[in-house]
């Protein structure tokens, strides 16, 4: 595994571009003044010692010396090998809904960016823990399976979508059930499943499906996403023009918060309900109660060591440095025979 360890320092690079720009202005300039005295291969004739060609060497070298040695100052390391850590936490498994009902307006910028905003701050504030990610519309699928790679979390939390799930609809128990068999550990008190949903026409028996979870030492918290006064739901026409999805009488579907659902399942599963009006409240609320939980050791293999490997790249910095310095802008009277830099005239 490869990483920096300071890499904003890498912004530094945007320099080498701007210098590259101002030399070959320079160079335009010097053959434009050359030119104003002469046809250019006559002058340079007459200056048998000027060579024109080396300069813009002196310069790549120069340049490719300065980019490399930034590359070296931002600290490249090298994973040397993978270990295996033990520490204490708990496993939590997200399932997320992403019916299309999770469009709806009533929160801005609507349900299902809310909910991961949720899930990015629950993210945020976990430590040593690990987490996975379900999503499910008419069926639950494995987004991500349980890690301890916060960032893979976040990148596979922004694919989610109505789009990823074949089939439409509620399916919470499925999620919860998937969730039961997607832990590690068989450990009770230190698994949780977070369910994030409007909890809208479920379509199986989800507050039964979190009583089996409970009775496996499995809590099942909720968090409503959404308001009782519900919302229509966006949609796209066959020719890309917004509208909002209808039923079979033509009339607008409103999609509405089922709060007393999700409290059933969060009684249920020994767990919470919480409204996620205010993303802050909601996940401080969650991990007051995932405080309280036992953590027990858990065991995640890591790049348990970096090895510094910038003292090779400053090297071939120096190198490249080292040659520049050393080639002249005029050519030496004891090599101007030795013309690797001069271009042959053709007469």
């Keep these: 595994m490869f990483q920096f360890a300071h890499i904003e320092y890498l912004y530094l690079l945007t320099v080498i571009p701007v210098i590259a720009l101002l030399f070959l202005l320079a160079v335009f300039l010097k053959k434009k003044a050359i030119r104003s005295f002469g046809e250019y291969r006559l002058i340079s004739v007459l200056m048998p010692d000027v060579s024109f060609n080396r300069p813009v060497v002196k310069f790549v070298l120069f340049a490719l010396g300065m980019a490399i040695l930034i590359v070296g100052l931002a600290g ?16 939590l498994i997200i399932c997320l809904d992403v019916s299309n009902s999770m469009l709806a307006g009533d929160i801005q910028p609507n349900r299902l960016d809310k909910a991961k905003q949720v899930i990015s701050k629950i993210v945020d504030n976990l430590n040593n823990d690990k987490i996975g990610l379900i999503i499910f519309g008419g069926d639950a699928y494995v987004q991500l399976p349980i890690t301890t790679d916060y960032g893979a979390a976040k990148m596979f939390l922004s694919t989610a979508g109505p ?12 999620s919860i059930e998937m969730a039961m068999k997607s832990f590690t550990s068989e450990k009770d ?6 369910l994030i949903s409007d909890g809208e026409n479920h379509e199986d028996d989800a507050i039964e499906m979190a009583g089996e979870a409970a009775k496996k030492g499995i809590i ?59 993303t802050q409240s909601a996940v401080k609320s969650l991990f007051d109660e995932i405080n309280k939980m036992e953590k027990t050791e858990i065991q995640a293999t890591v790049y348990s060591e970096y090895e510094e490997r910038f003292q090779y790249v400053v090297g071939l910095s120096l190198l490249f440095l080292f040659i520049e310095f050393f080639i002249l802008e005029r050519r030496n009277k004891y090599l101007k025979n030795i013309n690797i830099f001069r271009t042959k005239i053709i007469k």
């Design 220 to 278: 099942v918290h909720t968090i409503g996403i959404g308001k009782p006064e519900g919302a229509p739901i966006p949609h796209k026409g066959r020719f890309g023009n917004s509208n909002f999805m209808t039923d079979n009488q033509g009339q607008v579907i409103i999609t509405k918060l089922n709060e007393t659902s999700l409290e059933q399942m969060a009684s249920s599963g020994n767990g919470i309900y919480i409204r996620a009006a205010n």
């Design 189 to 194: 008190k230190n698994r949780a499943i977070i």
């Design 163 to 174: 789009e990823a799930i074949p089939v439409q609809g509620t399916a919470i128990g499925s």
């Design 76 to 91: 490249p390391q090298v994973g040397s090998k993978l270990g295996d850590v033990k520490h204490k936490g708990v496993e």
